[in-house]
């Protein structure tokens, strides 16, 4: 009987243990990307606007992970008349979804740029945080995207640093 | 038998209360209850704003700084929130063009490409001086920061947010609001 006694101490003392370390939290970063240019990527008016950074995150459980982005952008206007640069970005867990100014994690970047000499440039930081439900464990996919709603000739954006953090919370 | 009943009984039903209370204890009490959330309260001097600077300071201080006490080694999510507004009070065009970082030393020089990092730029248009009636021009940076740092052991941390000027033209000028951290912990 004593046996049975230490047995249901063992299993309350074993549920103790397993059930708190199953509600730890999770933190994930990757480092900045940076070129040999000293920023991560630029793109021009003519250019179609590559994903802009990815993270995977093997989640280790169902829970919800809360996605942040780091970066800034510097956009220049190289005419002699002013410019336009209208952007937007998103955070996404699929790589084909447009941007959306409006959804989750959603922003949208625009400036009218002067003429040369004066108001050529500008920056936005694209900070940027998004809550994404997860299911069950497994690997997940977030990818930070832009996508020009107006970007005048002679324009161009450069992005530094664009890193993805997660705070996952089983 | 009734007796030996009993007895078996109350040792089955201490055990599950021990085991109970295992239970609350460690989950409350164990690692769990080592994450942490802390943050501090905005910077504002006197003058409505955290602090300035121009063009004709020597060096920017450090925006702000705090101190973590980490309950045990994990990884901590710092951020910081503010805002940096800039004017150009000179008629002529001027640039104005800054780095900034979440740092853990003082003296570390702000890195837009390390962790944390970002680059803060524009060209200003002509602004018209004050003393003839004319309007500064002024635009307006987020400096929302995010950044992951390992910690090794419970104890002290300190994280600096720092502003270092890699253009500032002459007569312009930057004033810096909010300027508070948070931190996100897990062990």
């Given at each position: 009987m004593l046996r049975l006694a230490f047995g249901c101490l063992l299993l309350g003392a074993f549920a103790a243990l397993a059930s708190p370390a199953s509600a730890q939290g999770v933190i994930k970063t990757q480092q900045p990307c940076v070129s040999t240019l000293g920023y991560c990527l630029s793109f021009g008016s003519g250019d179609a606007i590559p994903i802009i950074r990815t993270m995977v995150f093997d989640a280790p459980s169902a829970g919800t992970a809360s996605v942040t982005f780091h970066g800034s952008m510097t956009c220049s206007n190289t005419a002699d008349d002013a410019r336009v640069v209208d952007l937007a970005s998103q955070v996404v867990s699929n790589s084909n979804a447009a941007p959306d100014p409006?959804?989750?994690g959603g922003l949208r970047h625009a400036i009218v740029m002067f003429s040369r000499?004066?108001?050529?440039s500008d920056s936005f930081n694209l900070a940027s945080t998004r809550d994404f439900t997860i299911n069950g464990a497994g690997r997940q996919r977030y990818h930070f995207k832009m996508q020009k709603l107006r970007m005048d000739g002679n324009t161009s954006c450069f992005i530094y640093n664009a890193a993805f953090s997660v705070l996952f919370v089983p | 038998m009734d007796r030996m009943n009993r007895i078996v009984i109350s040792a089955l039903a201490r055990a599950f209360l021990v085991g109970a209370a295992a239970v609350a204890l460690f989950g409350t009490?164990?690692?769990?209850?080592?994450q942490a959330i802390v943050t501090q309260g905005p910077c504002v001097s006197a003058s409505g704003y955290c602090l300035g600077f121009t063009e004709e300071d020597d060096a920017i201080p450090v925006v702000r700084s705090v101190v973590f006490n980490a309950p045990s080694a994990g990884t901590a999510m710092v951020r910081f929130h503010g805002s940096v507004v800039c004017f150009n009070q000179f008629f002529r065009p001027a640039v104005v063009d800054l780095v900034s970082q979440i740092v853990t030393k003082a003296a570390a020089v702000p890195d837009p490409?390390?962790?944390?990092g970002l680059r803060h730029a524009i060209v200003f248009t002509a602004g018209s001086d004050p003393l003839f009636g004319g309007i500064d021009k002024a635009d307006t940076f987020n400096l929302r920061s995010t950044r992951v740092v390992e910690i090794a052991a419970a104890g002290p941390r300190k994280f600096f947010f720092k502003i270092a000027s890699l253009r500032m033209d002459s007569a312009t000028s930057c004033v810096v609001y909010n300027a508070a951290f948070s931190i996100v912990f897990v062990p």
């Open positions: 409006n959804g989750p000499p004066a108001g050529t | 009490a164990g690692p769990a209850a080592a490409n390390g962790p944390g």
